[in-house]
């Protein structure tokens, strides 16, 4: 069973600062690793999808990036509707299934 | 655009049941597979189940194999969840997805609705 951990847990930051997220596979994982962005009391949205693609509609502050069980979501100048959880999902070990990470909230500094 | 709300939810007491639906617009349903997500209160998002367009396959949690079933009506765009002998650790938002099969990503999610176990 694939494990996806996130860190940090909590990222501090303020407003045009530079966030970097990881998420880190308990194995090698294909590149089909997404992030979505998540806000209090609404569904997650799909940021990147296959580790660098962005999904439609996000902006190009968001990027991501890696390989093997190393991926990292960057967003290179924080606005103020960023600060959210963000969280990486893998499929499973079986074809259909998903697993996600356990987030990274960032919050404002 | 594409549209999924979810219905069903609400309070029950452990070891009953609770059937939950989604109903799908904007797109071809039957073209698509479908998930639940769910999310305890203040946790992270734990994958639940998913249904293959037609029907035919299903997979599911290891904390839900066994309670928990999940259908669809194509011919109602509808998606469910059939939740047997709840338990209060099963307290969540319930989201249903729609899958990109290219991708292996959860594209377009509804806003949710939350189930409550407790006595």
């Known amino acids: 069973e694939i494990v996806l951990t996130q860190s940090p847990a909590t990222l501090s930051l303020s407003p045009g600062e530079r966030a970097t997220l990881s998420c880190r596979a308990s194995?090698?994982?294909?590149?089909?690793l997404a992030w979505y962005q998540q806000k209090p009391g609404q569904a997650p949205r799909l940021l990147i999808y296959?580790?660098?693609n962005r999904a439609t509609g996000i902006p190009g502050r968001f990027s991501g990036s890696g390989s093997g069980t190393d991926f990292t979501l960057t967003i290179s100048s924080l606005e103020p509707e960023d600060f959210a959880v963000y969280y990486c999902?893998?499929?499973?070990?079986?074809?259909?299934?998903?697993?996600f990470g356990q987030g990274t909230k960032v919050e404002i500094k | 655009q594409v549209q999924l709300v979810e219905s069903g939810g609400g309070v029950v007491q452990p070891g009953r049941s609770l059937r939950l639906s989604c109903v799908a617009s904007?797109?071809?349903?039957?073209?698509?597979?479908m998930h639940w997500v769910r999310q305890a209160p203040g946790k992270g998002l734990e994958w639940v189940a998913v249904?293959?367009?037609?029907?035919?396959?299903?997979y599911y949690s290891d904390s839900v194999k066994g309670r928990f079933t999940i259908s669809r009506d194509n011919s109602k765009n509808t998606l469910h969840l059939q939740m047997n002998n709840l338990r209060a650790e099963d307290t969540a938002v319930y989201f249903c997805?729609?899958?990109?099969?290219?991708?292996?990503?959860?594209?377009?999610w509804g806003q949710g609705t939350l189930v409550t176990v407790s006595s």
């Open positions: 296959a580790t660098s």
């Open positions: 999902q893998q499929r499973t070990s079986w074809p259909s299934g998903r697993t």
């Open positions: 194995q090698t994982i294909s590149n089909y």
């Open positions: 249904i293959s367009n037609d029907g035919s396959n299903k």
């Open positions: 997805a729609k899958d990109d099969p290219g991708w292996e990503v959860l594209s377009d």
């Open positions: 904007g797109f071809i349903f039957s073209s698509y597979d």
